[in-house]
């Protein structure tokens, strides 16, 4: 194992505000990486001809604990060559050949950011195509497999608008804990296209390990004075400067039923409690807010039945789902059964969505089957007995 510790790269909040500014078998042939990102140094020194990490970022932005971050552990294909980390990033590669180059990124970003559909048209605008609708990109969708789990890669092959050259993008979004994993390999047609077979044996590689304890972020201090407003946060400071929906001291309090232990935060989440179940089964409550809709209802849906390895619904499929009466106005309510991608056995998510005050509350109940059939009532009572701030 190679240990890479990234000191300059943005949060799992702040990355997600500036998603729409972002423009081998045999043993000698892989080399095995964990990315570890709540460290404050980088072990391995900068790539050959690059400059030293900066202290801050661009525009003063300070370098930001990444502490919430899960540990990220993958086999890197033979020829791919790690380079420095920059902004978003957690991990960082580059692959030459004949003078060609392709670049491949490892960025993760809170909640949908922007959801699949916007993000593949804005990956096929970097290549010089037109935008397809939501049912053409399901079509254009590749089933893999990434990180134990059911993922889409997207395969987008155009030119490069500024040189006219053949460019392509392959790229899959994984969805993981109310946070969007992007990983992308972009470049040079021809050589990402070869890399495409490493690229998806390097996804199935890939292992997430538990985080280390959040801590609190000041998201006002997270972009440069010039970034434009982004959907889903609220904005202060004149419009300036993003900042989280819940700030510390924030969260709702909450009658907690008997047999939920408290479970250890990650970056977005508000709360999070761990229900045993017989054996080794289990069931996860998770509660996080974004300001807004959050993007939306039917993406929030859509992503949560990815989760459980099931089809996307569309609109007129969520319209008439139950609701709940909850503080503040009705609470939607989301039941969706599916399968444990990494075990394959039968498990159930149950999602409360209330907007409320201008920001929406989600609150998600998923593992186990019958453990989560179990604790459906528990978690309606859960909801209901919430007095937000």
Not at 123 to 139: A, D, F, H, N, P
Request: proline residues 7%; aromatic residues 6%; hydrophobic residues 45%.
């Amino acid at each position: 194992m190679k240990p890479l510790a990234p000191s300059n790269v943005l949060p799992l909040a702040a990355a997600a505000l500036m998603v729409f500014a972002l423009a081998g078998c045999g043993r000698d042939s892989v080399k095995v990486y964990k990315v570890e990102t709540n460290d404050t140094t980088m072990t391995l020194p900068p790539a050959a001809g690059s400059a030293a990490m900066p202290s801050m970022m661009p525009g003063g932005v300070p370098v930001p604990d990444n502490s919430g971050l899960p540990k990220l552990k993958y086999t890197l294909p033979d020829g791919w060559k790690e380079k420095a980390l920059t902004q978003l990033r957690v991990a960082s590669f580059e692959i030459t050949a004949d003078g060609k180059q392709a670049d491949v990124s490892v960025i993760p970003l809170g909640g949908m950011a922007g959801g699949d559909f916007a993000n593949v048209n804005r990956w096929r605008g970097q290549v010089g195509l037109s935008t397809i609708t939501e049912e053409e990109v399901q079509k254009l969708a590749e089933k893999i497999e990434a990180a134990g789990q059911p993922a889409d890669l997207y395969d987008i092959a155009g030119t490069s608008p500024g040189s006219g050259d053949e460019s392509r993008i392959i790229a899959t979004i994984l969805h993981r804990d109310d946070t969007a994993w992007f990983f992308k390999m972009t470049g040079d047609g021809a050589l990402v296209e070869k890399n495409k077979a490493a690229f998806i044996a390097f996804l199935k590689s890939v292992e997430f390990g538990a985080p280390s304890a959040p801590s609190q972020l000041d998201m006002s201090q997270q972009l440069p004075p010039s970034h434009p407003a982004i959907p889903g946060m609220d904005m202060s400071m004149g419009g300036s400067a993003p900042v989280a929906a819940t700030e510390a001291g924030d969260k709702p309090t909450w009658t907690v039923p008997d047999g939920w232990q408290e479970g250890q935060l990650a970056q977005f989440l508000v709360a999070k409690y761990v229900i045993a179940g017989a054996g080794d089964a289990k069931a996860e409550v998770n509660v996080s807010s974004l300001s807004g809709d959050g993007g939306g209802l039917l993406a929030n849906i859509n992503r949560w039945r990815a989760q459980l390895g099931v089809a996307p619904v569309t609109e007129a499929d969520i319209a008439n789902l139950p609701t709940i009466d909850a503080a503040g106005g009705k609470a939607t309510v989301v039941d969706i059964s599916g399968t444990n991608p990494r075990t394959g056995t039968p498990a159930q998510l149950i999602g409360v969505v209330l907007p409320l005050g201008g920001q929406t509350w989600f609150y998600k109940l998923m593992g186990d089957a019958a453990v989560v059939a179990a604790q459906k009532d528990a978690l309606m009572k859960f909801v209901q007995s919430a007095k937000y701030p």
